[in-house]
């Protein structure tokens, strides 16, 4: 796996659309290298505060076996690291998920991902760009190995067994926190109607209610069903076959259905000519 | 309905000529431009081969009918099931008739041998043993046994060439088109005693041999070769085939025949003699009194040879009467055809079929104005329900008196059939079982013909039925000359004679019926298979006997009794007891039965169903080496060949006792959970949801007792964890079992609250059944694994609501909305389809106690070829379920062997782009279903999945062949491509795994080893990645054995107990490994591995993925980057790709084979 441009074999390997290339292997012994793209984060729009633009590093193509904290010790020979977020897709990161237990956390994808790497210095991400092309970064090196293969997943297996004294706390934890809010919506409601109730003197206080205040959201499968209530209601009060032009529609439309079948039938059998289906042998 | 010949022929139009003569006929408003604007569409679809809902416009659908378009429409509502039917017959007729061209060819290749045959030389008279008139090493077609033989012959021109049979009468079908020419012996050559001690059918071959030797100078002949009609020796034919190429397509068939009433009919009474056993044997009979045994067979050869003027004459006349005959006859040869029946020695041939028709219409059982559809039918339904092995019919309308009676043919003929001159039976070779298979074919086709949910035609004329694929059991004999040995067993002389020395012929019909004695209830149908008529070149000798490479006879099985062990006979005091004892020799022995009978029994080996599936063959084995001595050696069965495949542990076994262990085992699980107390909410259904909850699963779990010392134990949860320098564990398979809760007003109705609910179920089972029933148990948040009776089962807690609350959302105008998604789906087909299919499907196995190991076989088929992520597990099973619940043409296959090959039919037959698959489970659909379902896969077919397989709870979606909802999402036009590609592989593979299978069970000469099929053609892949046997957990069930095995920390003694640390469930480095591999290079390569110990993995890459792109932030997987002035692309990194299989596979891999030879980086 050569460089693709070997006059700047020293330099750092700058292509179109601001990325920077920088060459990673697993080992020192390894023989291939993938290419990593580096480049600042820059969005119009970011809205959420923990990428700040000016110290966030925009990293494509990072290897399955890189985890946050491999990737944490990779970069930090750049300069201190702040957090590493690893991605399946780049997008504005979402944490709704986040306070979950991890035992409620759907699996990720074990693929190549994309990184936001904050350093605690905007310095570094000069010294990332202007890394040389021709000196990889190296995963696991001797002081710190990766385990990849059948160590890992002897590993994660013994990840995946749960204490089940744990996950009942965990549980509890959230069934808690959720009968709570659950109180709390319902005691809110309950006051709703409450305010709506007459008082003494007959008067009702009329208030701009809440999202989802009311008693009961319409849904869509009520409407639909009300609507269908309807149209049977009017087909069972219709007479069939009453009239005459109702009977001469009945035969037409039948003979109608025999006609389309026909042709149906005739467009299947040239298209089973066509491929010679009528051999019998 | 009244048939109209003209209209007929209208439909043997072109379809685009029909469309404009039924345009023009009801020709109002009808000109040129229009029917070419219609016939545009209708090409453009041809082009690409998918059928399309058909869009007609109001005008047309709604212009008044005329009285011609209502009457046809009308009839083919009545006739048929739909027009359809009715086109695709006279589709069917077109194929198989004969094209003018062809019988112009026919006519002049006549005309010539005609000429030819005028100008054959006179010979000068010689004995009739003296063959030195013969010279150019022309040899005579007949097997001079014994050699001596009286009578004088010469060559002569022959007094008239005619052609007889079916080309005169317009019967002939293509392909093997043959015509036979009648070449009538001069009456000098023939004496009026020749008819005795077969001086005649001797002359007659010298005569065949003569012409042969004229003809065989003359360059307007292609090739000559002798054979024989029906496989009867005594009646030699000569073929002819024109010249220039090989296969001109068809044949000429010189029949010699004595002048017309040069012998009297009542010599050739079937009660008669004309073999005389002193000349037969070249004894002399030591008492000259003796009565000389009838030779009806004999008789019945030389009577056919003088009658087929006369047959061609009659049926000539009924031609002419019934329009439609030519086309019922043929219909009626394409199913025999397709069955197997119209060739060979006591074959139901074309002409017995015209023979047939012709009874029907002389006796006015059939209408002369009725269609060919109706003759077929009429006559397929006279088979079925009239037994000719017991009342025969006659042609004859006024027999004269010496004609013998039907009576006196029954007494000498198992089938009875005379002909027009009431001398003849025309069914003389045929045995009882031929004839009752033929019975039992027309019987079982007018069953599917009136289901409007089969496909009619396919079935009846379309599916061809080998024996193989028939028949439950198949058998050969091999080495015919043994049967030799059995004619003198049988004591069988005076047969013998009859058949003129053919031995095999002879000992047929007693070898098949002392089989249907032994295996009686056993099987619902034997039949065996009409020797195929021999045929040799003229310069050679005539084959003996015992060339006929082998014998096959085939069973039908009757499920129930097939595999009973015990043969109990009559009460020991009984009358019957001799019998028994005869039939069944040393191993009827007297048995005490708990009924307190005692009684005749015979008890035949077998422990698993394995065996027992094979008890038919210890039957034959033993009754044909005990009454008919032919050894062990000389029988081959083939019913339990492939079991070896699917064979488990180091019993004789197939799984089915294993899987029912299994079953069990889970039963008893259900039951204790049903029985918790202390449960907040009560439990509303346990159900299965594994394959081997439904004895479908390839290798079912075998209970292990485990080695401690083999594993590391984690300390706080008591549970096993795999040890790094240990060969992989053995693999513990999760079994599913789905436990619905009670719905309750306190479940929440939050997606993430209801996930932790079931969790703290998980828990709370866990507690429990540990607590009650001492069963280890951990639980996680998604299942609760339990550790029983050897066993893990991995119960999972579900909610019926869920999937609704999962769909639920609330729109920003606080709407409630509902939406359906992948979550709810996947939720869906966990929670409710999954159980469904697994307790429909266990119901399926006890109907059929075979569904289950076909099923077995056919995935592990799919394993072998790679082909695992293809078809899935359950759309096999489905698959397979299919060919029980819709086996037309054939009956629900009654043995694993027959199932498999049948799959593999259905796999590489069916044809997926134009029909769905609809697998009527608890035959819950329609036809109302079957046309609704139809109807939407047409107006729907370039969104629906590859494989479209419709069931009762699922009519619209195949949600068992849709792709995987991660490759849905990512779904372009390419990853359909590749779809259908991959299944054009399968398709493909299972043709041809099909044909070398058929043929090494057929094909006695053949090396044995049907592990062929299962061994995947791996040259097609560019990538190989070898494994380390000792990771792969599931390498014993590796198709080929390995050599070495490891110890997996498995104990061979004791029993599993309860109670112990939970060992490591559902750990395969193999499957991790593909997840990781399929997870980062998904995008750019097909990765395919064998589930059960397969020590490869095969690469395949997208071709697609390779062409280089532009720079793109979204698609950088894997890539690199080439600079190319100021443009940037990406392409694979392929060196580091390679790189990363090994690193990610540490451990597991061995070695990485790149098969550079199929491309270049």
Redesign the interface.
Known sequence: ?AP??AKHASQACI???G?T?LSLQ?STE??????I?VKEHRVRAEKTTHRPLDRTLFV??I???CSESVIRELFSQFGPVQSVELRE??GSSENATSK?AK??TTAQ????VVGYIVFQKATSIAAAKSHPHNVPLVVSTEQQPVW????K??H???Q?????DK??E??DA??QD?DQR?NEEAKRQKKQAEEQQEDEEGWVKVTRGK??A?AR?????ANQKALQKETRKRKRKELINFYTWQHRNTQ?EH??E??????????????????R????? | MIYQPTANENMKGD?EE??EQSESSHGEEDDGPTIAKRAKP?VV??ME?I????K?SRG???KP?TAEE?NQ?KE??SLFH???LK??ME??L???ALSVRRKQQIDSFVQNVTELLKTVPQTPVVELSDLSWLSGGVKVPFLLVPKAAKGKFHMAPPISVNIIGSYPLGTCTK?GISVDVAVTIPADVLHPKDALNQRYPRKRALYLAGLAHHLSSSSAIGTMQYSCLHGNRLRPLLLLSPPGKENSGFTLRLHACPPPGFFKPSRFHPQRNNVRTEWYTGLRSSQTGAVEPPTPHYNSSVLGDMLPAAHLQFLAAVHSQCSAFTDGVALLK?WL??RQLDQGAGCFSGFLGSMLLAYLLTSHRVSSTMTAYQLLRNSLHFLASNNLTENGISLARDPDSTAPSLAEFHSVFQVVFVDPSGHLNMCADMTACTYKWVQHEAAQSLQFWDDPTVDGFHAL??T?KPMIRTADHVFQLCGLAQLQASCKKLNLLNELMDHSGNYILTVLPFILSLLQRGLGERVRLLTHSLLPDPEWSVESEAPKHKVQPHLSFGLLLNPEQAVSVLERGPPADSAKAAEFRQLWGSLSELRRFQDGAITEAVVWEGETSCQKRLVPHQVIKHLLQLHADIPESCVRYVGGMLDSVIKVGEVCSTGEEESLKVVQSYDDLSRKLWRLEGLPLSITSVQGAHSALRYTQVFPPVPVKLDYTFFHR?K??K?L????DKPCPVYITPIKVICHMEGSGKW?H?R??I???K??FH?SL?ELLTQQHHYTC????THLDVWKDGFAFRIQVAYHREPQVLRES?SPE?????RDNEEAQALEMATIHQPFLTSTLHGLQQLHPCFGAVCRLAKRWLGAQLFSDVISEDTADLLVASLFLQPAPFTPPGSPQVGFLRFLHLVSCF?WR?NPLVVNLNGQLTAADYTEIKNDFIASRESLPVMFIATPKDKKVSFWTKLSPSVQRARTISQLKLKVKMLQRVVLVAAESLKVLEHQLMDASQIQDIRVVMRPPLDAYDVLIHLQPR?VPLLNHAVDKPHVTFSRGVLNVGVPKTGQAMP?VD?S?VA??L??LR????DLAVFFCDPYGGTVIAVLWKPKAFHPVP?K??Q????????TG???HTVP?V??I???FR???????KSVDLRTERWVV
């Open positions: 796996m693709s441009n292509i179109s659309g990325f290339v697993f390894s023989t291939a290298q993938h290419n793209f494509l193509n290897p399955p076996y897709k780049p979950l035992y409620f994808k074990q693929g190549f990849t293969g059948l160590k997943w002897i994660q297996y013994k995946s067994i749960v204490q089940t996950l009942q965990a549980v959230f069934m959720y659950k999202g989802g009311k959201p319409h849904s869509e499968v037409k003979i109608a025999l006609r389309k079948k026909f042709e149906e039938d005739k467009q299947r059998i040239a298209l089973l000519r066509a491929q289906k009528f051999r019998p042998y | 379809i029909q469309m209708e679809k041809e081969g059928l399309r809902p058909v007609l047309e659908l709604y009918p209502l429409l083919a509502e739909c027009s359809l086109m695709q589709e069917l077109k194929e198989v392909p394409v055809r397709q004329l379309m061809p984690d706080t949860s549970c964890v795999p040890l790094e929440p939050d993430v609250a996930r932790h609910i969790a703290a828990i866990g951990q639980p996680s948040a609330l606080g709407l409630l909305i509902v044809d134009n990771q490591v750990f480095p991790c490994y997840a990781e997870d980062a290079f998904g720079f932030t979204s950088m997987v894997a890539r690199r980057v080439e600079v100021e443009e940037a990194n060196e580091a390679l790189e990363d690193i990610m596979g540490q451990g597991l891999v």
